[in-house]
């Protein structure tokens, strides 16, 4: 239950320290609740979650605003609109990051997955969202962050669900989708009385993350076993990789330097040449 790295996720930008935060412990259920026996039967863990994301001052630690609003705060940001310009429930998928003086960042609300566009200096007041995709029937990693990227006026995201978006960050328009193909297995296991149950698992990137490099975006997927390059204008396939060439488990990024893309996993280091296709150099 340590694998959830979106609630770790933290940011500093324009001295804002950006922090996800899960519900308060005085908000949380007593061990009988239907929400915690939920992991003792055939329950398929999903990215919906409930967290909030808090915004302190980076310099003194003073607590900006909260979003959503927590209970005791509901009504006083939004005054009881109708249709609030603050975002009142869901979930968030990783730490925003800044473009043109907006933290942006990915929501998950009830399994849709939208971008938010959040102003610092209006408590979190939404300056636009643009809806991305819906959870799929058949799950995601329910642990894999959606780290959105910036590269000049293109806005990446990988949403972990068979697509990836770029977008305009300034207009919230969409240029254009993705698709690729999903990657899992399906595990037999007995249930709590003897019935046959089938649970799909992931195992592949542990964020989702799309980086550029010139014209490639560089996707790698929490769906996915392998490393994918397109053309950032036309989505046209430039080269793919497989990410266990040494048939050892690559699971995280570690960078990119001088035209190499670095990639580990708990028992090995690999090498990728980003301008010859995306060619092993070497892994150990």
């Given at each position: 239950?340590?694998?959830?790295?979106?609630a770790?996720?933290m940011?500093?930008?324009?001295?804002?320290?950006?922090?996800?935060?899960?519900?308060?412990?005085?908000?949380?259920?007593?061990?009988?609740?239907?929400?915690r026996?939920?992991?003792?039967?055939?329950?398929?863990p999903?990215?919906?979650?409930?967290?909030?994301?808090?915004?302190?001052?980076a310099?003194?630690?003073?607590?900006?605003?909260t979003?959503?609003?927590?209970?005791s705060?509901?009504?006083?940001v939004?005054?009881?609109?109708?249709?609030?310009p603050?975002l009142q429930?869901?979930?968030f998928m990783?730490?925003p990051i800044h473009?043109a003086?907006?933290?942006?960042?990915?929501?998950?609300?009830?399994g849709?997955?939208?971008?938010?566009?959040?102003?610092?200096?209006q408590?979190?007041?939404?300056?636009?969202k643009?809806y991305?995709?819906?959870?799929s029937?058949?799950g995601a990693?329910?642990?894999?962050?959606i780290?959105?990227?910036?590269d000049?006026s293109?806005?990446?995201?990988?949403?972990?669900?068979?697509?990836v978006?770029?977008?305009d960050?300034?207009?919230?328009?969409?240029?254009?989708?993705?698709?690729?193909?999903?990657?899992?297995?399906?595990?037999?296991?007995?249930?709590?009385?003897?019935r046959g149950?089938?649970?799909i698992?992931?195992?592949s990137?542990?964020s989702?993350?799309?980086?550029?490099?010139?014209?490639?975006m560089?996707?790698?997927?929490?769906?996915a076993?392998?490393i994918?390059?397109?053309d950032?204008n036309?989505?046209?396939?430039?080269?793919?990789?497989?990410v266990?060439?040494?048939?050892a488990?690559?699971?995280?990024l570690?960078g990119?330097y001088?035209?190499?893309?670095?990639?580990?996993?708990?028992?090995?280091?690999?090498?990728?040449?980003?301008?010859?296709?995306?060619?092993?150099v070497w892994?150990?």
């Amino acid at each position: 239950m340590f694998e959830d790295r979106i609630a770790a996720q933290m940011s500093i930008q324009d001295e804002i320290l950006y922090s996800i935060e899960g519900k308060r412990f005085d908000n949380l259920p007593d061990e009988s609740s239907t929400e915690r026996n939920l992991l003792r039967f055939n329950y398929q863990p999903r990215r919906s979650r409930s967290n909030h994301l808090t915004a302190y001052d980076a310099r003194s630690g003073r607590l900006l605003w909260t979003l959503p609003p927590l209970e005791s705060e509901a009504g006083t940001v939004a005054d009881l609109e109708v249709e609030s310009p603050w975002l009142q429930s869901g979930g968030f998928m990783s730490a925003p990051i800044h473009y043109a003086g907006l933290a942006i960042v990915p929501v998950n609300q009830a399994g849709a997955i939208s971008i938010y566009a959040l102003d610092p200096n209006q408590a979190g007041k939404t300056v636009w969202k643009s809806y991305l995709c819906d959870e799929s029937d058949s799950g995601a990693n329910p642990y894999s962050p959606i780290n959105v990227s910036v590269d000049g006026s293109d806005l990446f995201a990988s949403c972990g669900l068979g697509a990836v978006f770029i977008m305009d960050p300034a207009t919230c328009l969409i240029r254009f989708a993705k698709r690729y193909p999903r990657r899992c297995k399906i595990n037999m296991t007995t249930g709590r009385f003897g019935r046959g149950m089938q649970q799909i698992q992931f195992e592949s990137w542990s964020s989702d993350t799309v980086l550029a490099f010139g014209r490639q975006m560089i996707c790698f997927s929490s769906d996915a076993r392998h490393i994918e390059a397109h053309d950032r204008n036309t989505g046209e396939l430039i080269w793919q990789s497989d990410v266990y060439p040494l048939e050892a488990r690559v699971d995280y990024l570690l960078g990119i330097y001088n035209g190499l893309l670095y990639a580990a996993g708990p028992e090995t280091i690999l090498a990728f040449d980003l301008q010859q296709e995306g060619r092993m150099v070497w892994g150990g």
